[in-house]
């Protein structure tokens, strides 16, 4: 792999991307008319830099959603969670969604991946439901490595009012944490979105983010086709093609439903 590609990815302002982020947070809530903003808090690095902007600019108008299934979920995840909330000063509620999950599984045939995906959408209608309460925004914690490869469940973590942090790719976003001094074994865990045991993104796509950035950076920021990709990020077509798939096959995530 390329790491002058890498380097230029993660070569970013990121104090300025900072301060883009917290305006943007602190207008929309604003401009709506909201009274503020609620998100899951997973544990992970995407939620845990969104607590941090939150924490910043929000702080009195944010409230954090902890929502492990406790038949999968590391307990290191939740632990993370409510350390950070509390760290930040962040009002959190914790809402373990295994019963309801068990519950909705009872009435359905059994499917592994579809029922993982069901853990994602339940929680986003949690979100949703204490957003109405609360007249509240849901923010969404989907970074650009993930949106661009639909790695991500449609109308589940997929679904939100604001994408504070959408346009960062996950090797931006790494180093983004450090600034918002987010916890180096936070930022140090592997990404996984826990649909199942022993869950973890790369593992499940079979590629490394480094790789994935790259190539989207190729195809997508810069433009070039597939054969300068490879010969740019100087991975094997097979990498290069696996990761174009993924956005291809993924678009119908990323627009609206098609009218008639």
Avoid at 62 to 88: N, Q, R
Avoid at 103 to 118: P, Q, T, V
Avoid at 133 to 139: D, E, I, T
Avoid at 163 to 169: A, G, H, T
Wanted: with cysteine; charged share 25%; glycine share 6%.
């Amino acid at each position: 792999m390329n790491s002058n590609i890498l380097n230029e990815i993660i070569k970013q302002n990121y104090n300025s991307i900072k301060n883009r982020i917290e305006k943007f947070l602190v207008n929309e809530v604003n401009q709506s008319g909201s009274k503020g903003v609620i998100f899951g808090l997973s544990g992970g690095i995407d939620s845990a830099v969104i607590a941090a902007l939150c924490s910043n600019v929000l702080k009195e108008k944010s409230l954090a959603l902890i929502m492990p299934d406790s038949k999968v979920t590391p307990e290191k995840d939740t632990e993370d969670g409510i350390s950070l909330a509390k760290k930040l000063s962040i009002e959190y509620k914790i809402i373990d969604i295994n019963s309801i999950h068990s519950e909705f599984s009872k009435f359905l045939e059994h499917d592994s991946f579809a029922l993982g995906n069901l853990k994602a959408r339940i929680r986003a209608s949690i979100l949703y439901y204490y957003a109405t309460v609360n007249k509240y925004l849901v923010l969404g914690t989907s970074d650009k490595s993930e949106f661009l490869i639909g790695y991500f469940t449609k109308y589940g973590d997929g679904a939100a009012d604001l994408e504070p942090i959408i346009s960062l790719y996950k090797t931006q976003l790494r180093e983004f944490a450090k600034i918002l001094d987010v916890p180096s074994d936070v930022i140090l865990k592997k990404s996984s979105p826990q649909l199942w045991a022993n869950h973890t993104a790369e593992g499940e796509l079979g590629i490394s983010y480094e790789e994935i950035d790259s190539v989207l950076y190729c195809l997508i920021d810069k433009g070039v086709s597939l054969q300068e990709t490879v010969k740019a990020t100087q991975l094997g077509e097979k990498s290069v093609n696996k990761v174009y798939d993924l956005y291809k096959k993924s678009e119908h995530k990323r627009v609206l439903p098609k009218a008639c």
